[in-house]
Nanobody
Framework: QVQLVESGGGLVQAGGSLRLSCAAS????????MGWYRQAPGKQRELVAL???????NYADSVKGRFTISRDHAKNTVYLQMNSLKPEDTALYYC????????????????WGQGTQVTISS
């Protein structure tokens, strides 16, 4: 089985900082990409940031310049450093990992974390 463990969510004042982490473990041959999504009440889930197995990154326009995604390959862990937080950043944040289970297949699958709540007070 593949397991994702998320941590770092919580309550913080506007203008503050928070760092989320997501560690992947289990039957994983390779990780193609790791990313963060978020979903606020009444809104659709959206991509926040993505990092590939190389060094390529992508960010939502709303978080560029404030959020930074990074990856520790040795620990199979992805981080999201969130600075200058705003009330509109309040959402349930989900970690997503694209993996290949074995070297015998070219197909990939997505594994989702359970979600961690981020609340920014106004």
């Amino acid at each position: 089985q593949v397991q994702l463990v998320e941590s770092g969510g919580g309550l913080v004042q506007a203008g503050g900082s928070l760092r989320l982490s997501c560690a992947a473990s289990g039957s994983i041959f390779s990780i193609n990409a790791m990313g963060w999504y978020r979903q606020a009440p009444g809104k659709q889930r959206e991509l926040v940031a993505l990092i590939s197995s190389g060094s390529s990154t992508n960010y939502a326009d709303s978080v560029k310049g404030r959020f930074t995604i990074s990856r520790d390959h040795a620990k199979n862990t992805v981080y999201l450093q969130m600075n200058s937080l705003k009330p509109e950043d309040t959402a349930l944040y989900y970690c997503k990992v694209i993996i290949r289970r074995t070297p015998l297949t070219v197909t990939t699958e997505a594994v989702w974390g359970q979600g961690t709540q981020v609340t920014i007070s106004s």
